[in-house]
C-alpha cells in the first residue's frame, strides 16, 4: 500500500506560480511511475503530466506544455508539479497517482485506470 497526500495548492492571480507536492508513504516512490491529474468542476478527471520511477520519461497534456515541470525526489519519497503562468482555466483539484511498473523504468502511465494508488487532492484557484 502507498499512502499519497498533495500540498501546495491555494489561490494565485492569472500568470502567477504554485508547486505542489505529493509526498508518499508506505512504500518507497522509487517503486512506481508518478502522474498528476486535475478534475474541474463539471467536468471529468484529466491527465497532466506523469514521470517514470527513473525521472527518465516525462509526459504533459498539450494544455500544459511549456508552463508545468513534473519533478521528482525519490529520496523524499516526494513529486513535485511545478505550475508556471497559470490560467483561470487550471482551475482544478490537482491528484497525485503512483503505478508501480516492475522492472519498466521509463515507463510513465498517461490513463488514469492504469493507476493504483492515489491522493485525496489538492485545490488550486486561479483568479483573472
Known amino acids: 500500500q502507498v499512502q499519497l497526500v498533495e500540498y501546495g495548492g491555494g489561490l494565485v492571480q492569472a500568470g502567477g506560480s504554485l508547486r505542489l507536492s505529493c509526498a508518499a508513504s508506505?512504500?518507497?516512490?522509487?517503486?512506481?511511475?508518478m502522474g498528476w491529474f486535475r478534475q474541474a468542476p463539471g467536468k471529468e478527471r484529466e491527465f497532466v503530466a506523469a514521470?517514470?520511477?527513473?525521472?527518465?520519461?516525462?509526459y504533459y497534456a498539450d494544455f500544459v506544455k511549456g508552463r508545468f515541470t513534473i519533478s521528482r525526489d525519490n529520496a523524499k519519497n516526494t513529486v513535485y508539479l511545478q505550475m508556471n503562468n497559470l490560467k483561470p482555466e487550471d482551475t482544478a483539484v490537482y491528484y497525485c497517482?503512483?503505478?508501480?511498473?516492475?522492472?519498466?523504468?521509463?515507463?510513465?502511465?498517461?490513463?488514469?485506470?492504469?493507476?493504483?494508488?492515489w491522493g485525496q487532492g489538492t485545490q488550486v484557484t486561479v483568479s483573472s
Open positions: 497517482a503512483a503505478k508501480n511498473t516492475g522492472t519498466r523504468t521509463y515507463d510513465a502511465p498517461l490513463r488514469q485506470y492504469e493507476y493504483d494508488y
Open positions: 508506505g512504500r518507497t516512490l522509487s517503486r512506481y511511475a
Open positions: 514521470i517514470s520511477r527513473n525521472s527518465g520519461s516525462t
